[in-house]
């Protein structure tokens, strides 16, 4: 009778033990009910997790404030519900298309996320360093609409006129007030048209006939010229790495849409 009596006992411990463990979970994973319906509490971290994602700090005020605010979420969708607003044709249309926004948002980090062969980025690194150069210019610039403007600004600079002058004729935004002068840069910065003409130039010395870029017609002026270091490869491995993922993402696509059957 004893040994029955706590063969009884243990059975019914670990059948409270068990419902103890299975029920805990259930009531953990959500936040509230309402109506009968649950909120699961991971809709509350995935809002956190955004939050954070944008500088918020995690805190239980946070929290408190973002569990109120799903529970009245839910109590308007149940009225909207409730109102049959779902099954109206325009509200059915945008509703799909936000689910295929998700899964496109979905699909671009899928793809975004597979991490780029440190063969790749060293190649990648190499070709832009090739790009940039081991120089900087400082360069101003006249920026006009027409070749006829351009040519006469250049016979003025051919009489002695100073080029921060002229530059209040340009018509790039900021230029009367500065001068022209586009700073300290590397050629990589400029339009093809541009940069040839301004490597080309001695120090002090200006186009000898208007640049045209996409932008309108050019004269340059060269400041001076420094030698540059390229940045090293652990200082833009990342941006490299963020490059090389979209011109994946670029290359998925163009690939999807190639074996796509489409009729129209």
Known sequence: MRVFMARHLISTSLIFAAAAVLSAPVLAQNIATVNGTAIPKARL???????????????????KMIAQKLIEREILLQEAQRRGLAKKPAVKTQLDMARENVLLQALQQEVLKEPVPEKELKDAYERVKGQ?????YHARH????DEATAKDLIEQLKKGAKIEDLAKQSIEPGADKSGGDLGWARPAQFVAPFSE????????????????????????YLEDVRSAAAPSFDEIKDQLAQSLQQEHAQKVLTELIGKAKVNK
Do not use: Y
């Open 197 to 220: 003409a301004m490597t080309k130039l001695e120090k002090g010395k200006f186009t000898e006939a208007p640049v045209q870029t996409e932008f309108g017609w050019h004269v340059i």
């Open 132 to 136: 940039l150069g081991d120089k900087e």
């Open 45 to 63: 971290e995935q809002v956190v997790s955004e939050l954070k994602q944008r500088g918020q700090a995690d805190s239980p005020e946070l929290r």
């Open 142 to 145: 006249v920026l006009v609409k």
